[in-house]
């Protein structure tokens, strides 16, 4: 079993390096994130300790990027701070578990363990129409190659719209998706978000993915929008 382990500190570097070393892992060490990324390209490991506190990019974006260059590794991300907010934004981003420095060998090894045998997490498939995309593993949306940041209801509606493409939501449809119970279907919210939604994934593109169907809802094109070549005048 190939572990990586990626500490910027050298005493907590080699303190892994050396407790995992007598359990039996094969270790490789990285001290920042453009170097663990080198090694996860590099070779092929059953599992990543990562700190989060790293110089430049942090744990959060080496991890994110993992995901992103489809590495499924499991992640074992070790968070300095106690913070709730921190620990959702690394499981969000893709890590497996997390623990908390100061943390005891025996229970990070135990962590280790359990991810290595629950092995790489199946990954959601990635959403396409046309060049839009769609990715629920790390909830991120983009447009060709350019990254785009929505709201979590805006990703919540996006998705529910990509994972029909062609076919009529109603309003009421997609609150049910997309709101709690108290949201009442009368209300304007879902145009007011899709609106939203157009301004950040249609109008800077020229595009139109999410279509209005009068008196029904909305349609999202399987294409993703692009405009058609203009008609050639005989
Ligand atoms: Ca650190």
Redo the contacts with the bound molecule.
């Keep these: 079993m190939r572990v990586l382990v990626v500490?910027?500190?050298p005493k907590?570097r080699m303190l892994l390096r050396r407790a995992l070393t007598e359990e039996g892992y094969a270790v490789d060490v990285a001290a920042d994130g453009p170097q663990a990324l080198a090694l996860a390209d590099a070779a092929t490991f059953d599992a990543v300790v990562l700190?989060v506190?790293?110089p430049g990019l942090d744990g959060f974006d080496v991890c994110t990027r993992l995901r992103r260059r489809g590495k499924r590794v499991p992640v074992l991300m070790l968070t300095a701070r106690d913070a709730i907010a921190d620990r959702v934004r690394g499981l969000d981003g893709g890590a497996d578990d997390y623990l908390t420095k100061p943390f005891s060998l025996e229970e990070l090894l135990a962590r280790l363990r359990a991810l290595i045998r629950r092995g790489p997490a199946e990954r959601p498939a990635v959403l396409h129409a046309g060049d839009l995309r769609l990715d629920p593993a790390t909830r991120t949306v983009t447009r060709g190659e350019t990254e785009i940041t929505v709201t979590g209801k805006e990703y919540a509606l996006l998705e529910a719209l990509i994972r029909r493409p062609g076919n009529v939501l109603t309003r009421e449809r997609l609150i049910e998706h997309c709101w709690d119970l108290a949201t009442s279907p009368y209300s304007n919210v879902v145009d007011a978000h899709i609106k939203a939604l157009r301004d950040k994934i249609d109008r800077p593109f020229g595009t139109t993915t999410i279509e209005t169907v009068r008196g029904a809802g909305y349609r999202l094109r399987r294409d993703g929008g692009r405009p058609t070549s203009p008609a050639r005048t005989p």
């Design positions: 500490e910027d500190e907590m700190d506190m790293l």
